[in-house]
């Protein structure tokens, strides 16, 4: 077991009111992102959320009308995800290089995961072939070169793609004229690219044009 695993496994319990100082904003907003960008979700379309964590994002597609399955590696993330969703989701064990899911998902989101695949392209490949609409994940730019990404997701058929600026903070709770600020500049195009260079991440959508099936 890495060391990052065994953090994971000790911090589980709470792990989303551990990570994120106003974990219900940052989630929501993730959540309504996951539902608008790129081909938009319907009530009743399923998100398999790939390295769920405790389900954090879980309850916020639920109240979007959306089903929601939940996978995760750490067997304690899995259980402490099963607590807070109950009955209202599938949550269970699964690695993010080889699981799928029984059947066709509408979407497909990896958030602060997409580094643990041991392959990326063939990770896109895979989850093309499970996904219906659009796959979802976040992008660091001063980690991965975006074309690079682009590129990997061309491969795997995915020839369709929508990116935003995603300015929300993670460990400091802004007060609300701050928030709304920070969502204004995410749209200005050369002054949100600047503001990437030094913190926050892109989401992706990724999907393609015409359905092979």
């Given at each position: 077991?890495?060391?990052?695993?065994?953090?994971?496994?000790?911090?589980a319990e709470g792990w989303s009111e551990h990570e994120y100082a106003d974990g219900a904003a940052y989630l929501d907003r993730r959540a309504q992102v996951v539902v608008e960008l790129g081909p938009p979700l319907r009530p009743g379309d399923e998100v398999l959320d790939l390295a769920c964590g405790d389900g954090g994002l879980g309850a916020h597609l639920?109240?979007?009308g959306l089903r929601y399955r939940g996978v995760d590696a750490t067997p304690e993330m899995v259980v402490a995800a099963q607590?807070?969703?109950?009955?209202?989701?599938?949550?269970?064990?699964?690695?993010?290089?080889?699981y799928a899911p029984p059947g066709p998902v509408a979407?497909?989101?990896v958030f602060?995961?997409?580094?643990?695949?041991?392959?990326?392209?063939?990770?896109?490949?895979r989850v093309a072939g499970?996904?219906?609409?659009?796959?979802?994940?976040?992008?660091?730019?001063?980690?991965?070169?975006?074309?690079?990404?682009?590129?990997?997701?061309r491969s795997a058929g995915f020839d369709?793609?929508?990116?935003?600026?995603?300015?929300?903070p993670q460990r400091v709770a802004l007060?609300?004229?701050?928030?709304?600020?920070?969502r204004g500049i995410e749209r200005t195009g050369p002054l949100a690219r600047l503001v990437l260079r030094a913190r926050f991440t892109y989401l992706v959508a990724a999907w393609r044009s015409v359905d092979p099936t």
């Open positions: 077991m890495t060391a990052k695993h065994d953090q994971y496994r000790r911090k639920l109240r979007r607590r807070a969703l109950g009955q209202s989701a599938v949550v269970e064990e699964g690695d993010l290089d080889a979407a497909t989101t602060r995961a997409i580094y643990y695949a041991r392959d990326r392209r063939a990770f896109f490949e499970f996904t219906t609409t659009k796959l979802v994940f976040d992008l660091n730019p001063r980690q991965y070169r975006m074309n690079d990404v682009l590129a990997d997701l369709r793609v929508a990116v935003r600026p995603f300015f929300v007060p609300r004229v701050a928030s709304a600020l920070l």
